[in-house]
């Protein structure tokens, strides 16, 4: 099963995606897909958090800021991956880290192949986005393209997925396929 689990902040995506992840398993492999940089202090507490929270879930943690690819160099694709986040991901291929300059619009592009192929790759995965370019603000130009290309990641997940889930006010709206449970 490929799911695709996409909300605003703080909806519980991390936790149905870890509950689904598990699900999934069976008792099998599992692993957590950790695609944030931490920036600040409240980046250390979210990812204290998240630790917490799949404490005794069974998951292995792959570290994965960028290039999504290389965290099959040393997990079994016929494992289930959660992914969390794609948002994180995708900030980390536009933004460097310690680079202060104009996105890098190709790696926008390259990173939404290499998670197509990713998804593909794998027999199950689980992945999380957040839904930022729903308001209605204006923003910077570089901000509207990153948002852009988010949501061109997220069509192209949301196709690809079996199943596609929204998390909209503590609610999940099911879009596409079903919840297992």
């Known amino acids: 099963m490929k799911a695709f689990i996409s909300g605003g902040a703080k909806n519980g995506k991390t ?4 509950d689904l992840a ?6 099998g492999t599992h692993y957590y897909v950790a ?3 931490s920036a600040d202090a409240e980046d250390d507490e979210r ?3 998240h630790i917490a929270d799949r404490a005794g879930l069974g998951f292995e943690t792959i570290e994965c800021p960028r290039h999504i690819l290389s965290c099959l160099d040393t997990a079994d694709r016929n494992g289930v991956f959660l992914l969390d986040s ?3 991901l995708l900030q980390n ?6 680079k202060n300059y104009a996105p890098d619009l190709p790696a926008a592009e390259r990173c939404m192949r290499e ?5 593909r790759s794998v027999r199950s995965a689980v992945l999380v986005s957040d839904y930022i370019f729903s308001d209605a603000g204006e923003y910077d130009p570089m901000t509207e393209r990153y948002r852009r290309a988010l949501a061109g990641i ?12 929204e998390l909209a006010a503590g609610r999940r709206i099911v879009h596409k396929g079903v919840l297992p449970f």
């Open 35 to 37: 695609t944030m940089i």
């Open 154 to 165: 997220d069509r192209m997940l949301a196709r690809e997925c079996d199943t596609v889930v």
């Open 86 to 88: 794609v948002t994180a």
């Open 22 to 27: 598990v699900y999934l398993a069976a008792g």
């Open 15 to 18: 936790t149905l995606g870890q």
């Open 47 to 49: 990812i204290r958090r």
């Open 93 to 98: 291929e536009i933004f460097p880290p310690g």
């Open 115 to 119: 998670l197509l192929k990713f998804v």
